[in-house]
């Protein structure tokens, strides 16, 4: 009688070790199958254009490499949720893919409400006061232009913002005739 009692608790053993070791395997197979998604936002920087001082014009401006803006999103309470600085490639355009930005509430920390992007410094010592074309001094708020990337586990929702600019230091003055 105990030998049966015996095979009885290494059957209902192994049959423990079999269920957890299988559902192990189906969250592991889960995990690899959940798509990741990554919030991007993406944007250009220039340097206006001296004959366009004091406007939003960016007519005649050229793309600024090098240039760092800053992503900030803030949550319901008006607090910092995520912070990062952003360079600008060759061209101006920077790609900054907000890794680790989390939503908390759907609506309220969604990045279109909770995100914007501003001006932090320019390279360029001819051209690198900040302007506040497209806000790139209060913060440019972010707009959905219908872009993203996606294939089988992976899929990135793009933000636009700006254009932004900076302006040059010194400009020759014009003489009117």
């Not at 936002?41 to 001082?53: A, I, T």
């Not at 490499?65 to 900030?72: C, D, G, L, N, P």
């Not at 360079?87 to 909770?114: R, S, V």
């Amino acid at each position: 009688m105990a030998s049966s009692q015996v095979t009885f608790f290494i059957t209902l053993f192994l049959f423990s070790l079999a269920f957890s070791s299988m559902s192990a395997s189906e969250e592991a197979t889960t995990k690899t199958m959940e798509k990741k998604v990554d919030v991007v936002v993406e944007g250009m920087v220039y340097c206006q254009s001296c004959n366009k001082f004091g406007t939003w014009s960016l007519t005649g401006a050229t793309p600024i490499s090098a240039a760092k803006v800053s992503v900030i999103c803030k949550n319901q309470k008006n607090q910092v949720s995520y912070y990062k600085a952003f360079a600008t490639n060759a061209n101006g355009y920077f790609y900054a893919q907000l890794d680790g930005f989390k939503m908390k509430n759907n609506l309220a920390d969604h990045p279109l409400q909770a995100c914007h992007v501003k001006l932090v410094s320019s390279p360029s010592q001819s051209c690198n006061l900040l302007t506040n074309v497209n806000y790139g001094l209060d913060g440019s708020p972010l707009r959905y232009e219908k872009k993203g990337l996606a294939n089988n586990n992976y899929e990135a929702v793009i933000y636009a913002a700006g254009p932004l600019a900076f302006r040059p230091a010194y400009c020759t003055p014009s003489t009117h005739n």
